[in-house]
């Protein structure tokens, strides 16, 4: 168990400031990546129930713009079992079902542990959180007492995909790897498909195949020459300016 630094937590609050949650921070420069931080909270959550309060709440606010494929390749950087217990509560508050794509590969603490590392520090309140644990965590082989969701500290959805265009271009086109392609496209032109693949961090074949479409329907162009050079069509670009529609 490490001890969570105030640089990293300060950072996660500024993400997740930059992702809805309405805290007193300022919010992230630049593009957050919702699935790496949510892996990230994962862990510094443990350490800060307000982290995880907010981990719980994005989750059920935002389930349709979370790119499962995505969450199940950072899944080894992640605490499988609070990310198991995570996306079980979503589910089990109107959630998508395909979240059990995820919870399928988290397997529970072999030997139970308390959610929260400040809790099991204390032997009193360790003792409560065993006796009053509830049933949700007790699958994954957590003892916590919290099922809490912020819904007075939350931005309008409106807001979030204004600030976040990678989330704006989900809520368009589904949390799928079209909508990635043209996120980074639209960061970086003259991006070869071997770099976009690496970047998006879905396979060759896959974003060969997906860009092979989007090249056809005059969403993206091919510049002459080798490596597969592309680029977003004028028209899309300017489309993708307004969004959210």
């Known amino acids: 168990m490490n001890a969570l630094d105030e640089n990293t937590k300060e950072t996660l609050y500024r993400k997740w400031r930059r992702l ?3 805290v007193d921070a300022e919010a992230y420069d630049g593009h957050v990546d919702p699935e790496e931080t949510i892996v990230e909270t994962t862990h510094a959550g443990r350490h800060d129930d307000r982290l995880f309060e907010w981990l719980l709440t994005f989750t ?7 790119n499962i494929k995505k969450v199940l390749r950072l ?4 605490d499988k079992p609070v990310l198991g217990a995570v996306f079980d509560i979503a589910m089990a ?3 998508t079902r395909n979240f059990r794509t995820i919870t399928e590969k988290c397997g529970p603490y072999v030997k139970p542990q308390i959610l929260f590392h400040k809790m099991g520090a204390f032997e009193g309140l360790r003792a409560q959180e065993i006796k009053n ?7 994954w082989g957590l003892y916590c007492t919290m099922m809490d969701f912020y819904e007075d500290a939350a931005l309008r959805r409106r807001e979030v995909l204004q600030k976040n265009p990678l989330l704006a271009l989900r809520a368009l086109l589904g949390s799928n790897i079209r909508a990635e392609i043209l996120f980074f496209l639209e960061q970086q032109t003259g991006m070869a498909i071997q770099a976009l693949a690496r970047n998006i961090g879905y396979a060759y074949s896959a974003v060969y195949n997906e860009v092979l479409a989007m ?7 091919e510049k002459p020459g080798r ?3 592309l680029s977003l069509s004028e028209h899309i670009r300017q489309l ?3 969004l959210p529609a």
């Open 60 to 66: 059920r606010n935002y389930w349709d713009l979370i």
């Open 215 to 221: 090249v056809k329907n005059g969403l993206v162009v």
């Open 75 to 78: 899944l080894d950087r992640a």
């Open 240 to 242: 993708l300016k307004v």
């Open 93 to 95: 508050h109107g959630a």
């Open 20 to 22: 809805g949650w309405d």
């Open 133 to 139: 644990g509830l049933e949700t965590y007790k699958k």
């Open 227 to 229: 490596g597969h050079i």
